[in-house]
Every structure is written in C-alpha cells, then in structure tokens.
C-alpha cells in the first residue's frame, strides 16, 4: 500500500490486517483468484504495494521455489510483513512502486488494492513498465478499485458498501475517511472494461476479467495473447 493515510485508519499498519476485510469485504476472494492466476512455476514475482505480506504469503505458499520481492512505500507495513516467520527470505523494498523496480525479469508481476493510490497517468506508466518487465508468458495481476459503470450503480454500490461497513463493525470515522478517500480519488479512477483496455493498448497480447465485485476487480494481462503460457525459466528477457 501506499503509506499511512490521515484520513482514516485503515492504512495503520498494526491495524491493517484486521480492518481491511471488513472494508473491503471481496479482498479474501480477490486475493484466492490472484494467486489462481499466477502462471505455472514461477521462477520471479514480484508484488507492488505488499503492505504487510497478506498477499505475499499466500503467493509464497503457493511458489515456495520462487524468488519474491515485495514493494512498499511503507516502512511500518513493511516491518510487520517481514516479521512475519513464513515470509523469511522474501526481499522487502521500501520505496515508491513509481521507482525504478529491482534489475531481471518476471514471471509474474501481482499489485491488489494499491493502484488506484496513484494518477491515472501512473497506472498507465506503471502497466507498460510492467510489460517490459515480463520474461515470455508473463502476467501482470493487478486487483484493484474502480469506478462504477454510471451513477446509479456508483450510488447504489455505495450504499451497500457503507450498509456492510456498519455491520461488520467499522467505525464512523474509518468508514467516512474511506467515502472521502473514493470521492477524492475518484476523477482518476477508471472501469474495470477501461482497465482491460489500456493493458491490451499498451501491448499485453490478452487481458481478462476474472473477477468483480462491487467497486473491486481483477484484470489479468498476458503476454503474447495465450492464457495457458506459464512463466520461463529463470526469468529470461524476451526474444
């Protein structure tokens, strides 16, 4: 994630890990389709915005051969990940996911719930270097929080959204911290359809929608327009 936010409490690093389910009710399941889509036996991962390792465990567990590196602009979060016993050996960065990322290529490239914290025009940026980044048959993994389709179904996924923080518990506070934090952001967020778009526009040969859910969505890019294409072994550039 993208650091402490002093709008709401949800970006506190001790108190992530338990708030963020109940704010983001999907991100369970989000994150089970995450690592579904991970390409077979990869050599390279690494994650933008880890936060404090929810994903990253569960993407070690699933590739326990596999080197991981975890990026965040969070020290705080970044300390609780790798306290963590069953991340030992992941590499942790504190630093901007706008930065320069770590030299090689990946087989797989996973951010969840971290994009919409930076311009559209970051997103964009971030996509394409992710592209270039990718050994053959890489994938760039990316869950995250979009706009609704039109102002109706913007109104009516904000009152289901605000009826469930309520019932499991989230604070006033936290929870209007959260409604501002999508009005802000909101000019630069885009559909998940218009997600799907700028990852084929900018050279991903297939992307795909595995899932949504209210304001959350998964958009899984392919290289080289297969989505049966595993990762290559150790991370080789293209060809």
């Known amino acids: 994630m993208t650091g ?3 709008d709401h409490g949800v970006m506190d690093a001790e108190e992530y890990d338990r708030l963020i389910r109940a704010v983001v009710p999907a ?4 994150l089970a389709t995450i690592i579904d889509y991970l390409p077979p036996h990869p050599r390279r991962i690494l994650e933008l915005g880890c936060g404090t390792g929810i994903l990253t465990a569960m993407g070690r567990e699933e590739c326990p051969g596999a080197e991981v ?3 965040d602009l969070s020290p705080e979060m970044l300390k609780m990940a790798a306290a963590k016993p069953e991340l030992e050996g992941v590499r ?10 770590p030299g090689g290529f990946y087989d797989a490239i996973v951010t969840s719930l971290c994009l919409h914290h930076v311009s559209r025009e970051d997103r964009v ?7 270039a980044a990718l050994s053959p048959g890489g994938r760039f993994i990316c869950g995250d929080i979009f706009r609704a389709g039109d102002d109706r179904e913007e109104q009516m996924q904000r009152e289901i959204w605000c009826r469930g923080m309520k019932r499991r518990g989230v604070s006033g506070g936290v929870a209007r911290g959260m409604v501002a934090q999508r009005d802000a952001h909101m000019p630069a967020f885009t559909t998940v359809p218009r997600f799907r ?4 526009e900018s050279g991903f ?5 595995p899932f949504t859910s209210g304001f959350v969505g998964l958009v899984v890019g392919f290289i ?16």
């Open 224 to 239: 080289g327009g297969t989505c049966s294409a595993g990762g290559s072994p150790g991370g080789q550039p293209r060809g």
């Open 205 to 209: 040969g297939r992307a795909v929608v």
């Open 125 to 131: 940026m971030v996509v394409r270097r992710a592209l």
């Open 69 to 71: 590196i975890g990026i």
């Open 4 to 6: 402490p936010d002093p």
């Open 92 to 101: 942790f960065l504190a630093q901007d996911l706008r930065d320069a990322w």
């Open 27 to 30: 991100q369970p399941l989000l």
């Open 197 to 200: 778009d700028i990852l084929v």
